[in-house]
């Protein structure tokens, strides 16, 4: 590796290796897991680059290809995984400045990666439409880094997750070879870099569908049972006819404790569903909770007339909840969960029965295969690394998935498993295994068995270490 000779070729762009700046850019959300924060939290890259043209990242994947450099694409950093962090250090190929949204046409808009989701949403409203999902994470994350490191998020009740047929048309690549080649993605060829931690190619262009844009109704609906809730939201979401964005059932005392900007409307031990519903379904809807004894709408965005309200219901949810539950309590930590069995209210009802308040229930509505299932996002006392670990297996033993977020790799994080087409790929578009290193154990290690967490060897030292301390 050659980072002094990478640098002078590459000064003429807007390079950056001040130390201060440097180590913000070579973080994410890692920290939401003590797990990852132990192992990752000196993590830091040699210098980031931030290209302002697909003909700059042709340039500096070229250079960084001629000495050895690695290099890790970033966005805005809001991932939760270290995935966009350079465990071997190298370059950081910052994509703030590919920041143009290309086209919009009817049903679909042709965009940069460095679009923030919250700038894309607002130039598609203009044409009266939006775009289908984004993260909770909407007013500060790039399109680039949802779609290279997102599964799904606020839409997927309707929509389903990222990488369902149909919520990606295309993308445009670069690979990292002697001469990077330009390539387009679409259909069966999509999962090759979608969901790839920019493992096996930088995306220079995306392009998106679609839907009607709507000023949609925020809403808080109380209960006093979470199981009901839990119920209630699963149904509401089957209702073909009512059009909403969201249905996130929270358990009590989530709301109550980690919330307090929901002061004075949330009762002591009431949980609440989350919603975004359309407009012009909100009859319908209120026709629906009408039928349903126990709902309390606690907030209602348009009707609410008080001075402070609590924002957008979005920012409630998906990992947001995570993340409001660490700013009073830095010390818990979470899991994802896929509740996706015959009946997924049976198996929330089964966890919750086994672990109680260790692990509080925040649930995702989603649709899957043309049906709704949950996403759990629960809130977990951490106490040890072998507890965390104990708690996982005994959700697996009981028939849930677990999207394991304590792990910075895509096989690990994932369905522990190797995806063929992504391996493949990355032996085409990176030879020299230079893009995002550690994060794909499949390249590494072929014949790992996934009984234990990976350790990539080829992570730097925390400089205590390097000092023999």
Same mark, same amino acid.
């Given at each position: 590796?050659?980072?002094?000779?990478?640098?002078?070729?590459?000064?003429?762009?807007?390079?950056?290796?001040?130390?201060?700046?440097?180590?913000?850019?070579?973080?994410?959300?890692?920290?939401?897991?003590?797990?990852?924060?132990?192992?990752?939290?000196?993590?830091?890259?040699?210098?980031?680059?931030?290209?302002?043209?697909?003909?700059? $990242?042709?340039?500096?994947?070229?250079?960084?290809?001629?000495?050895?450099?690695?290099?890790?694409?970033?966005?805005?950093?809001?991932?939760?995984?270290?995935?966009?962090?350079?465990?071997?250090?190298?370059?950081?190929?910052?994509?703030?400045?590919?920041?143009?949204?290309?086209?919009?046409?009817?049903?679909?808009?042709?965009?940069?990666?460095? $679009?923030?989701?919250?700038?894309?949403?607002?130039?598609?409203?203009?044409?009266?439409?939006?775009?289908?999902?984004?993260?909770?994470?909407?007013?500060?994350?790039?399109?680039?880094?949802?779609?290279?490191?997102?599964?799904?998020? $606020?839409?997927?009740?309707?929509?389903?997750?990222?990488?369902?047929?149909?919520?990606?048309?295309?993308?445009?690549?670069?690979?990292?070879?002697?001469?990077?080649? $330009?390539?387009?993605?679409?259909?069966?060829?999509?999962?090759?870099?979608? +969901?790839?931690?920019?493992?096996?190619?930088?995306?220079?262009?995306?392009?998106?569908?679609?839907?009607?844009?709507?000023?949609?109704?925020?809403?808080?609906?109380?209960?006093?049972?979470?199981?009901?809730?839990?119920?209630?939201? *699963?149904?509401?979401?089957?209702?073909?006819?009512?059009? #909403?964005?969201?249905?996130?059932? #929270?358990?009590?005392?989530?709301?109550?404790?980690?919330?307090?900007?929901?002061?004075?409307? =949330?009762?002591?031990?009431?949980? *609440?569903?989350?919603?975004? =519903?359309?407009?012009?379904?909100?009859?319908?809807?209120?026709? @629906?909770?009408?039928?349903?004894?126990?709902?309390?709408?606690?907030?209602?965005?348009?009707?609410?007339?008080?001075?402070?309200?609590?924002?957008?219901?979005?920012?409630?949810?998906?990992? +947001?909840?995570?993340?409001?539950?660490?700013?009073?309590?830095?010390?818990?930590?979470?899991?994802?969960?896929?509740?996706?069995?015959?009946?997924?209210?049976?198996?929330?009802?089964? #966890?919750?029965? #086994?672990?109680?308040?260790?692990?509080?229930?925040?649930?995702?509505?989603?649709?899957?295969?043309?049906?709704?299932?949950?996403?759990? *996002?629960?809130?977990?006392?951490?106490?040890?690394?072998?507890?965390?670990?104990?708690?996982?297996?005994?959700?697996?033993?009981?028939?849930?998935?677990?999207?394991?977020? +304590?792990?910075?790799? *895509?096989?690990?994080?994932?369905?522990?498993?190797?995806?063929?087409?992504?391996?493949? @790929?990355?032996?085409?578009?990176?030879?020299?295994?230079?893009?995002?290193?550690?994060?794909?154990?499949?390249?590494?290690?072929?014949?790992?068995?996934?009984?234990?967490?990976?350790?990539?060897?080829?992570?730097?030292?925390?400089?205590?270490?390097?000092?023999?301390?």
């Amino acid at each position: 590796m050659n980072i002094a000779a990478a640098k002078a070729a590459l000064a003429h762009l807007e390079l950056d290796d001040n130390p201060v700046s440097l180590k913000a850019k070579s973080r994410d959300f890692f920290w939401y897991s003590p797990v990852l924060k132990a192992r990752l939290d000196h993590v830091v890259g040699d210098f980031s680059v931030a290209p302002r043209s697909e003909a700059e $990242v042709i340039e500096v994947l070229r250079v960084c290809h001629a000495h050895d450099v690695p290099v890790t694409v970033r966005g805005a950093g809001t991932g939760n995984y270290g995935q966009a962090m350079p465990l071997a250090g190298g370059c950081i190929l910052h994509m703030k400045n590919m920041n143009r949204v290309r086209e919009i046409a009817p049903g679909r808009v042709i965009t940069e990666p460095g $679009v923030l989701l919250k700038d894309l949403d607002g130039e598609c409203n203009r044409t009266g439409q939006e775009i289908r999902m984004f993260s909770s994470t909407w007013a500060t994350a790039t399109v680039g880094g949802f779609i290279a490191g997102g599964s799904g998020g $606020v839409g997927s009740v309707r929509w389903g997750a990222l990488r369902d047929l149909g919520n990606i048309i295309r993308l445009r690549v670069v690979t990292m070879e002697a001469e990077p080649r $330009v390539l387009e993605f679409t259909g069966e060829e999509l999962p090759r870099v979608s +969901h790839a931690y920019g493992t096996n190619g930088v995306i220079t262009e995306l392009e998106l569908p679609l839907t009607a844009a709507y000023d949609w109704v925020d809403l808080f609906v109380g209960f006093d049972d979470f199981m009901v809730a839990t119920r209630y939201a *699963l149904d509401l979401a089957r209702e073909d006819g009512i059009l #909403i964005k969201l249905a996130t059932p #929270i358990e009590a005392p989530i709301p109550e404790r980690y919330f307090p900007r929901l002061k004075g409307m =949330v009762r002591p031990g009431q949980s *609440l569903v989350a919603l975004m =519903v359309a407009p012009h379904a909100m009859d319908a809807f209120l026709t @629906f909770t009408a039928r349903h004894a126990g709902a309390e709408i606690v907030y209602r965005s348009d009707r609410f007339t008080g001075e402070r309200g609590p924002g957008k219901v979005f920012e409630y949810t998906w990992n +947001h909840t995570t993340l409001r539950a660490l700013k009073v309590d830095p010390t818990i930590t979470y899991l994802q969960v896929r509740y996706g069995g015959p009946d997924p209210v049976a198996q929330v009802a089964r #966890i919750r029965e #086994i672990f109680g308040e260790e692990v509080l229930q925040h649930l995702e509505v989603m649709r899957e295969g043309g049906r709704c299932i949950f996403a759990g *996002l629960p809130i977990v006392r951490f106490t040890t690394e072998a507890r965390l670990e104990e708690i996982i297996r005994i959700h697996e033993a009981e028939g849930c998935m677990i999207f394991n977020p +304590h792990r910075y790799t *895509l096989e690990e994080g994932g369905r522990q498993s190797v995806d063929d087409r992504q391996l493949a @790929f990355k032996r085409e578009a990176d030879p020299k295994g230079l893009l995002n290193p550690g994060k794909m154990i499949s390249w590494d290690r072929p014949d790992w068995d996934y009984s234990r967490m990976y350790a990539y060897p080829g992570l730097r030292p925390a400089p205590a270490a390097e000092a023999g301390g």
